[in-house]
């Protein structure tokens, strides 16, 4: 047990569609990053919020968009869902400034149809 | 970009064995990390690593940070069935967040 709370746990969305994840982080918690786990892969980086400012992207097209509010919880948007988006995605937390050990939710499953 | 090699992908071993598996990388981490991850589940941290050279244990677990800084090793005493997910290793790059590897896949038989 983390204290990563992820929501929902799954979804299915159509192609076309835009999505809203949503990740609650570990008390204490002020970092948050986002990561995209395909079958059989693991996780890629996505990007990282620290104080509600976004600290860094991986390689991932403008279409997925982040907030992290004053509690340090946190959202992953992805506008004009394509059917490569589905996978498992992932939010982490760490406790203090970016680049720390990172504690995961379980996830959220996202299928695009 | 940066990538890693995580060998062997999978791992079929009978409980009570030994186990180990390494990670080797085209680019220098700052820190390496190995996390497990169930099915269903998110990847758990089990060991961190910070300096090149450095040994460090969890339980049955140990890791090792390589000299060069661009290997990792975990190695598994006397496995038992509740070892059995993905492993995973990952390297600090710096604001381009984790990176990972593709996994070692353990699976015991009893």
């Known amino acids: 047990e983390t204290g990563v709370t992820q929501s929902p746990t799954h979804l299915i969305k159509t192609r076309g569609q835009q999505v809203t994840l949503r990740c609650s982080s570990q008390s204490g918690h002020n970092t948050v990053s986002w990561y995209q786990q395909a079958l059989g892969q693991g996780p890629q980086f996505i990007f990282q919020y620290y104080r509600e400012e976004e600290n860094g992207r991986g390689n991932f097209p403008p279409r997925f968009s982040g907030l992290q509010f004053p509690n340090y919880s946190s959202e992953l948007n992805v506008n004009a869902l394509e059917l490569d988006d589905s996978a498992l995605y992932l939010c982490?937390?760490?406790?203090?400034?970016?680049?720390?050990?990172?504690?995961f939710g379980s996830g959220t499953q996202l299928s695009v149809l | 970009g940066q990538q890693l090699n995580q060998s062997p992908q999978s791992m079929f071993i009978q409980e009570g064995e030994d186990v180990s598996m390494n990670c080797t990388s085209s680019?220098?981490?700052?820190?390496w990390l190995w996390y497990k991850q169930d099915p269903g589940e998110g990847p758990v941290l089990l060991i961190a690593?910070?300096?090149?050279?450095e040994l460090t244990s969890n339980g049955r677990l140990t890791a090792q940070f390589g000299i060069t800084r661009k290997d990792s090793f975990l190695n598994i005493s006397a496995s038992i069935p509740s070892d059995v997910g993905i492993y995973f290793c990952a390297g600090n790059g710096g604001a381009d967040g984790l990176t990972f590897g593709k996994g070692t896949h353990l699976i015991i038989q009893p």
């Open positions: 680019s220098i981490f700052n820190t």
């Open positions: 982490a937390s760490s406790p203090s400034g970016p680049n720390e050990k990172l504690f």
């Open positions: 690593l910070y300096k090149a050279g």
